[in-house]
């Protein structure tokens, strides 16, 4: 095995160094500040931390050559613009929940500072996800990102349920991981790597390993596990009971960003290495595919129907984000239909996954609004989320009120906001494809979407047309008006000017493309060269070896030269 | 064309923006305040239209614009931007509104003191500024339609805006719904145009500017275009058969009808039909209908003055009649006559409101003119003025109204360009003109002159709002403060000297005002005229003799030696006078063949659609489905990890066997 | 391709046949007397005292989890310091040397919280 190394690649994780230091500092700073101290001053550490990493998160995306992606560490990681959009999510994403939680951890009698640190441990492992091209990198980051999740679900001592919720999270999180791991282990002893563009090399060059049964199983098992991480139904039963239990604002994280790290790698792994018109088993002969298709069609029903007769604010929102991963899983079937790796043309429009990527980015701001508005609801432990709870609340607090009804409506996709936009985008991507069974999984989203409505405008009915029958402990908080005034900002700006973001998912999934590089991955530049036209052919099941992706040389500094290559 | 440094954008921005402030923030701020920076927020606007006004007579160009503020939208080639220009037209009306809208809010500033709704109303009033001045400088239709929309929903709201009263609120919506339907005409036309342009292999684009240019390419549809705008001007500025909601709005505060239902709104119709003249000059059969309707309703509500008793009904069936005027004048093709007359109207009536408002502030919300009279000697200035206004909008010789109403006459009379004859129009107009001076010196009379009838305990509570506390106790009856006379001294001089912008051709070689108006009325440079000048001077001998005579009748039968026969002739005439005093029972009739077929409609729609298709089939079959998932969802999600953690293995082996098997 | 595991599948059933054999003969055919002390937990020949099932300090655990995160960083470490030579002989020895350095610092950090948290404190 080749592996170059060249100290230039840290450059191309220095986002997730940033974090990981400020995450070390955060823990540091919990320990060695006095016994008393309010711990807010951490979360200002943490704040900063991610502050950091997004602004060099920017200046890798300016740095980075148009839809180049250039490999990390001889390969094991990637920088592409792909993961600079998906870091740009979870660094928002932290940021808004640092915000939000300094004051919840107050309320709710759990000031530490290794909250900060744990949030920023998630943010991290989530963004090696994202970069990450190795299976066994791929587990370790998901693994980094989860242990910091299941201790996040249960930070709030006082709280029974957050107990209760971490537990099973973490129980069948454990076996999940466990079916991952079997699933890589499976298609390592298939494919003799765990390299994913050596996995693709391996599938293309003998069409029936790719049908054999142990990469089927592999690729079953390593669904399941990503499955499990993005609420898929039937792996989703964990859901309403761990984001009821947990913290508020870690809720939202995890709804928001969790979940888009998780499509992130079934993205990177599905849809573009295991590829889709080399399968030919499964129903239809659509390969894993074809699966994909059934879960999307399970999980939109499972999501919306079970969310009606919700009459917790939080399991609606725990039901609808699983829902709107069905919805996701649509835009996956089209994108992997839509044989993104070879066509070229179909690189320089949005796509299916173009459209994902957008989706994902409007549905964390969406989230985020709701939980700034709903984080206050509590105190000491008590989490006060029942829909009667809200009652009234459009009158008593206006900005509570908005922002719940602004989120819900726009988690429900309505015009002008950016969550339609996200779903007219994602469906018309999908319906652009052409294929006869994606435009039925379209109309049932559709379906769905209207069934969804149902349960986001009860919300409304109770925040502005019910009396409030209680006293319900509620909170103000100027980081939670903080993060509702940049989610409402960004809701409707991205529903009003969606060009922009638009314009970096695009980028973000043309830089996909070129997934295998030559078996000696260098660092110099080369000239990309187009892919022969008989490839081009959309839905043609030609060889594909033809994929010519030399990576374009980081543009971020003057390599330092120490490239080597040392065999083992 | 000439793109201009002077921030266009901002004539509209300022008064939102005094909207905003004043409507979030206002509820706890000081009157004063309040009052500053809404007067400010109409202020700023109207020096800076002077200054557009300025720069267009200095460069000599057709228009000010500017790069768009931003795209609207867009979709393939058809894209709406939001964009300002300010042509000669525009400036007109700008400084109309601006203009006439500050001296009301300064009017405004005592009148509405110690009002709970202080700050809602400068806010209202405000709003209603930036959408008017969006309707008269958007250089596309759609913004022209956001602004016509926009100065509907002020109407609305500040006709209601004593909403506690149920009457108040009533009127208000009866405003809104039968805008509304104008409002449909408009649109439609808007579509009718899309639909002739890409018939006609144009283009699509609303902005006015491409209208004007390709107008002729498409004048197949101009008449059908020119009449569905002409049902939205006739919504706005209150013509047959949509007129019925304007007497309603007097229910709004006095200021309210003096700015919107009198000198501005009401004759945003007028502005479309000019703006959109390349339209309606293609058209006979469209400038026929527009003179026809304009002229049938300047008599029909002239009559209708005659029996009202409430001051502010009198003015606003006034008002009713003298936009038949206007749209006489834009609809026989006399385009800067009938504008002419938006202008002199707006001074003479917005003086008349006002002088009323003074005169009902002064008397406790009186406004009964049975229980007025004698005010004269009490309220000097309020009487003046009221008297100078009185005399223009009757056409007395040299007062504006004289000029303005005798140019639109004329021209009606000397129109070639109808499918009607011109002298039958005039016809009709002298005769309402004739009604016009009869009713308002008899206002004129009862109000001022005689002696009071209102005695200590008149004060009746038109509005229950709460009372003035300001000024003393009843029948202390006197001028209203300087902050109120002050614009009604501006206006009434406007009123008397307003004329002077527009001479007839026999006193001064050019009129300054349709000279002024001429660039935006190119395409009607063709249509013909009489032209006789020495006939022309007799028929306005012969209108001005006989509206002096109805005048002096008048004055005889209300303040003279006649005083008996009013009295007389309501008991002979008892049915016509019934009919006119019930306004022809037009209300009535509206009621039977439209609001209840509607309200029958509605019946069907709530017993079968609601009731059964929507409650019965949606409603209770949302319920079901909701009861079925709540159960499903309760046999899966038992909270039991044990149960969690075998589903999962389930669903694993599941998707194994799905997979293995095909 | 599979024939010469065989041999070992042979093993493998005549391994667990005959396991299971003898355990199934003994059970119907060894003879049954159940006495007190026969019956008792067997504790090394002891006298067993009180219950088996009594807790544990949650100490134990946080000893045992940390004692594996440290045992984990010698197990890293010592393929590392194999292996140096070699890398320094390709030229990676300073890269090599810093990726090091950064595992140990964040261990570093991780004693440093343990202790100041006072999880190295048995009280």
Redesign the interface.
Known sequence: MNIAFNVSDLLGILPVLIVIAFAALCALAEVFAKPGQSRGFVGTLGLIGALIAFAANAWQWHGLDGAYSVPLFGGGLVMDAFSTYFNFLFLAGTALTLVLSTKYLKEHGSDLGEFHALVLFAAAGMMLMAQSRDLIILFIALELMSVSIYVLVAFVRKSRRGAEAALKYFLIGAFASAILLYGIALLYGATNSVELTTIRRALDADPSLANGLLVRLGMVLVLVGIGFKVALAPFHLWTPDVYDGAPSPVTGFMASCVKAAGFAVLIRVFTVTFGYDAMEFGAGGNGWVGVLYLLAIVTMFAGNLAALPQSNVKRILAYSSIAHAGYLLVGVVAGSFGNLTIDTEAAATLGPNGAILFYLMVYAFSTFLVFSALSLFGKDGEEHTHLSDLAGMGFRRPFVGLALAVGMLSLAGMPPLGGFFGKFYLFREAMLSGRPEVTILVLVAIVNSMIGLYYYLRVLVFLYMKEPTREVPVYSSRGATTVGLISLALVFLLGLFPGGLLTMAQRGIGSLRPVVTTPTASLTATEPQTPPAASRQAGSRAPRLELKAPPAQLKLATPINLKATTTH | METTDIPLHLIVLIPLLGAAVNGLFGRRWSEHLIAGIGCAAAFLPFLLSVEAFMALRETGAEALRQPALFTWFASGSFKVEVGFTVDHLTSVFLLNVTGIGFLIHLYSVVYMQGDAGYFKFFAYLNLFLFSMLMLVMGENLLLMFVGWEGVGLCSYLLIGFWHHDNANADAGKKAFITNRIGDFGFLLGIFFIMYAQSEAGLPISLSFEALAADATRFSGYATVIGLCLFVGAAGKSAQMPLYVWLPDAMAGPTPVSALIHAATMVTAGIYMVARMNFIYVQSPEAMTVVACVGAFTALYAATMGFAQTDIKKVLAYSTVSQLGFMFVGVGVGAFGAGLFHVITHAFFKACLFLGSGSVIYALHHEQDIRRMGGLWKKMPITAWTFLLSTLAIAGFPLMSGFFSKDEIMWKAFATQNLLVPGWVLWLVLVLGAMCTAFYMVRVFCLTFLGTYRGGAGGHHDAHGHDDHGAHGAHGDIHESPALMTLPLIVLAALAVFGGLLGLPHWISHTNLFEHWLEPVFVAAKGLKFLDNTSLELGLMGVSVGLCSLSALLAYAMYNGTLQQTPARLAAQFQPVYTLIYNKYYFDEVLSFLVVRPTKGLARFCYRVVDDGLIDGLLVNG?AA???L??R??RL??T?D?Q???T??????W???A???A? | MYEQYITLGILAAVAVVTGAAILFLNSILGPKRWTASKLDTFETGNEPEGDARQRFSIRFYLVAILFILFDIEVVFLFPWAVLYRQYIAAGLGLFVFIEMLVFISILGVGLAYVWRKGALEWD
Do not use: E
Not at chain 2, 647 to 652: N, S
């Open positions: 949302t489905v909701v009861n998932s709540g499903l969802t899966v999600t909270g990890v149960r969690y953690a589903l999962l293995f389930v669903g694993l599941a998707l194994v799905f997979w293995v095909g």
